[in-house]
């Protein structure tokens, strides 16, 4: 834990001296894409187009791309973590578990479409749990991005990318990494998410975590967004670990809150969130 907390005062200090540095947007820009990879002028038109297949959406439980009573609860956590983060100034979240299979992965991908069907809201979705990837899959995705490839500078935003209704672009991985904690708190993953967002301007970029609890891919990112939304699984997840995920994030960011999934005895006000 130790040697992670340094690597991210290590990251922040140098993300500060880039942002110094960084005089024109050109350079900005260039920085966004990598060292030594020649300024790529993109806009959210460039990135290449996605159109679900939306059989393959009802079968993942991808159900937000419509409005209807199967997309009302994602709606309602939508607005709320919408409201609060606009009422803070916030554009970064994270979505996280205590452990796997809580079902953070399709509630990020539900609660991207649901802010896609808000015309004027731009959104980013993406993919770093880089230990076992799934959302390319979830979401029927045939490319073989890698969005690690742009974390490490080396290729651009735009190669490992894609865009739905133009306003919500969606970056995955198709394979897992090694080592994804000493990527997450480096300066040049800090600079590059710095640079995507500068560049692409979204109104919100989330996202999707590995579990917190068993290692420390999620507190070595924890510095470089606003806030944290824990997805926790009924009768899986114990009170013991959503404290101890809430002290952790506490410490060096923002906790929004829980979402309990996977519970199959609400009645209708509960599910709506009233």
Known sequence: MERI???????????????????????KAERAHGTGRALIPTTWADLTK??????HFHDMRIVTPESDQQAASFDVIRTRLRQQMQANGWRRVAITSPSAA??????????????AR??????????????HPSMAKILGLQNQHQFSKVLSASAAFSEHAVVYDDNLAIATNHSPIERPAELLSGSDSARIIDGIEKLYKPDIMIFDMPPMLGNDDVMAFLDQIDCVLLIAAAEKTTYEEIEKCEATIASRSNFLGVVLNKCRYLDKAEREGS
């Open 50 to 55: 996605f159109t679900p297949n939306l059989k």
């Open 5 to 27: 907390q340094k690597a991210i005062e290590k990251a922040r200090d140098a993300r500060q001296a880039q942002g110094e540095q960084a005089k024109t947007p050109g350079e």
């Open 118 to 131: 808000q015309a004027k809201l731009k959104a980013m979705l993406i993919e770093l749990d880089l230990r």
């Open 102 to 115: 809580c079902g953070k992965t399709t509630a990020s991908v539900n609660l991207a479409f649901s802010m």
